[in-house]
């Protein structure tokens, strides 16, 4: 290791008349910097020395040859230069004043105390730090967090801006600051700093996780002049910004098919319709993966197809571009985006609502777990050395859990619920038309923001709901208003901490796990995994299956639906209800009723019924029936008394219920309809069935009108006197 640089005493007598001019800056550098004599005759020789090799005053130095003296590493510094580490922090900070470094990270580790108190001011910094901790903290920022990292953050912030002013940070400086910060941890803390300075009006918006900058490969194999229509089209597109950035990915999926199967196709000017035809066959064997962007490290093996919804996504996405294309005359129109990107009848079929109501036992362990949440049953991350850090506060917690569970919201609304939005019943409610009264404060109101079928509505929920929020908005942290991306009005987030409300996946990855885990169930039930939006058809299915059940139409009010048809995919009839109607309603006795038969086993014998003769009776109750092919028989439910029919009565009948070799059998009949009407209904659906039948041969040959004129009176039979034995399901 090089000694520390040794010099004469008398060397500024010598040289110093001469070196004035240059060494002047040098000295007022060192000077802010508290450097003693004999640091600061150390920085001075480094300085001359490296001078003499470079050949040039260090005013001149460029920014790299600046990093090149003072090494990215301390180590490497004292080795090259000898002496304490002292000499490579004054030097920094001559670097820093008068070499106009800006680059910090290129010179590895430093003191960013160091540096900033002596460029800016200890009073000022400390003022600084207080005024921004101070709002992290009453954000819900950590102790911890703010006392051991704020300073390190902002000071080096400021130096990288050459100013103390807060003021002359903005969006742009700090999203261009972020990636050169020295270390990773100060880079993901500065996104909650920018929360902080929105919420003191520094900024307009914070820096988000998503705004790290994307990876510029994932565009390439895309044709250059594609991509240029693709971005104007993201910029111009009136869609919500979540389908266009859909879409916008579709679309680099298509550029890179286009570039594999037409590289003479470069703009959607060039498309026709055979070209959109080979596309949308292309698009039914798409798989996923493919034309993407793939990491050395991603599998290729698997192929699996795309999903019907997927498939519908990517004809979609390419039909509106060129539409718009041609609507805005962009490109020739050649032929109708609409009909030559047409979904195929076999996706087309594929597509439809699919809410998925829970299990009734996995459900009710999930609504035991959400009633008796305890702070221990919320998710930590971190280790022991830090404490276990739970992201959000109980009750934050607890409430969201709660609405989840009882409100039957979509995801994005429970995200976009606003502070106030819970309004007490303090009378008893009367319904309108009725003396039905709702006692006051068993339900609350609940203001649910505008969603993505229709305008804001007000639904009445349960109290436990109401208390739950109102207990978090006790204890939430006073936020600046946001912009809600849906309806354009400034509002303040129910469900918002630090600075942020808690994103649409909070519940599917979070919530739900933290349930499933104190319930002691699986986070899939027989039809899946649970998410939240199961939760919805859940409720929806338990409220019309209810012993007094929401009407369709109700419960299209308080799930918000625009219209019925996307009620009913929600209100599902339970299998329990369906199957206990299904038994009720008798549909297999309905259609079957049981005859008795008597059998004349001598006539079978003698060989009898081979001549012709009856041997097989069929009982009415009133008579028995001796047609053999009894039950086509249009009259067997109003017999007109033909020549098979044996009135009970007569010497015949008597005797074949007198003989020992009969046999009683059952038979089933099938009824018509009107035969069921006339069992079930009485005497005035039977003499219906007469007047229906009264023109219809009978087995012997005359209709029972010709038999009632040979006659003279009736010859139907009255129901009353009708006996007939039914048999029970």
């Known amino acids: 290791m090089t000694e520390t640089p040794r010099f004469s005493p008398k060397w500024e007598t010598q040289f110093g008349a001469c070196l004035a001019r240059l060494l002047h800056p040098l000295d007022e550098v060192l000077t802010i910097t508290g450097a003693s004599k004999s640091n600061r005759n150390g920085t001075v020789i480094i300085l001359l020395r490296e001078m003499h090799r470079l050949q040039t005053s260090f005013w001149a130095w460029s920014e790299q040859e600046w990093i090149g003296v003072l090494h990215p590493r301390a180590a490497i510094f004292a080795k090259h230069h000898g002496g304490a580490d002292a000499y490579r922090s004054h030097l920094l900070a001559a670097s820093y004043l008068l070499g106009g470094l800006s680059d910090l990270a290129a010179i590895g580790h430093f003191t960013q105390d160091w540096l900033a108190v002596r460029v800016f001011g200890r009073d000022i910094l400390d003022l600084l730090v207080e005024h921004v901790g101070g709002e992290m903290i009453r954000l819900g920022f950590g102790k911890k967090m703010v006392d051991v990292h704020l300073h390190n953050l902002l000071y080096e912030v400021l130096l990288m801006n050459r100013s103390p002013r807060l003021e002359d940070l903005s969006f742009e400086v700090l999203t261009e600051i972020r990636p050169k910060l020295t270390s990773t941890h100060l880079k993901s803390y500065i996104v909650s700093f920018t929360h902080a300075l929105v919420s003191l009006d520094y900024l307009e918006k914070p820096i988000t996780v998503s705004q790290q900058g994307g990876n510029l490969d994932t565009l390439a194999g895309v044709p250059g002049e594609w991509l240029k229509y693709c971005e104007r089209w993201r910029k111009t597109s009136t869609l919500a910004k979540s389908s266009r950035k859909g879409y916008y990915w579709c679309l680099i999926k298509a550029g890179r098919w286009l570039a594999q199967y037409h590289p003479e196709v470069v703009s959607p000017g060039q498309w026709t319709r055979e070209l959109a035809a080979e596309y949308v066959a292309a698009v039914m064997n798409f798989g996923i993966g493919d034309w993407t962007h793939r990491n050395d490290g991603q599998d290729e093996s698997e192929n699996t197809p795309l999903s019907a919804k997927t498939k519908v996504q990517h004809l979609k996405a390419v039909s509106s571009f060129i539409r718009d294309c041609q609507e805005w005359n962009w490109i020739p129109r050649h032929f109708d985006p609409r009909r030559a990107f047409t979904t195929p009848r076999s996706i087309q079929s594929l597509l439809g609502p699919n809410p998925r109501a829970i299990d009734d036992e996995i459900w ?156 002691g169930v699986p986070q899939e039930d027989s039809r899946g995994a649970i998410t939240s939006h199961r939760a919805r058809s859940t409720i929806a299915t338990q409220l019309f299956n209810a012993k007094e059940p929401m009407s369709l139409f109700e419960l299209q009010e308080w799930l918000g639906h625009r219209y019925a048809s996307s009620t009913q995919h929600y209100a599902k009839v339970k299998l329990t209800k369906l199957a206990k109607s299904f038994t009720q309603a008798g549909y297999f006795e309905r259609n079957i009723r049981v005859v008795e038969v008597l059998l004349d086993q001598e006539a079978v014998k003698s060989g009898a019924a081979a001549a012709g003769e009856p041997w097989r009776f069929y009982d009415l109750g009133h008579g028995y029936c001796s047609y053999d092919f009894f039950d086509q028989c249009p009259h067997r439910m109003a017999c007109a008394k033909c020549t098979f029919y044996v009135p009970k009565e007569s010497s015949q009948a008597q005797i074949l219920e007198g003989k020992a070799n009969l046999q009683r059998m059952l038979q089933e009949i099938p009824l018509s309809d009107d035969e069921r009407e006339a069992v079930e209904e009485g005497i005035e659906a039977l003499e219906k069935l007469s007047a229906q039948l009264v023109d219809i041969p009978t087995p012997a040959g005359p209709t029972p009108r010709q038999l009632q004129e040979n006659s003279g009176k009736s010859s139907f039979v009255s129901l009353q006197s009708v006996q007939r034995r039914f048999s029970q399901a």
């Open 364 to 519: 009710a362990k999930l609504m035991w777990a959400g009633l008796n949440l305890t702070e221990e049953d919320l998710p930590v991350f971190g280790s022991q050395r830090t404490h276990y850090l739970r992201c959000y506060p109980f009750e934050l917690v607890r409430a969201c859990t709660l609405v989840w569970l009882f409100t039957g919201l979509r995801a994005d609304e429970i995200c976009r619920l606003r502070v106030g939005c819970i309004r007490w019943q303090k009378e008893d409610l009367v319904v309108t038309g009725t003396d039905d009264v709702v006692p006051k404060e068993v339900i609350c109101w609940l203001n649910v923001p505008v969603n993505k079928t229709g305008s804001a509505f007000t639904k009445p929920v349960d109290r436990i709901v109401g208390e739950a929020i109102d207990t978090w908005e006790q204890v939430r942290p006073t936020h600046r208003k946001e912009v809600d991306h849906k309806s354009g009005e400034m509002v303040e987030y129910l469900f918002s901490f630090k600075g942020r409300r808690i994103s649409m996946d909070y519940l599917n990855h979070t919530v739900i796990p933290m349930l499933c885990q104190k319930a």
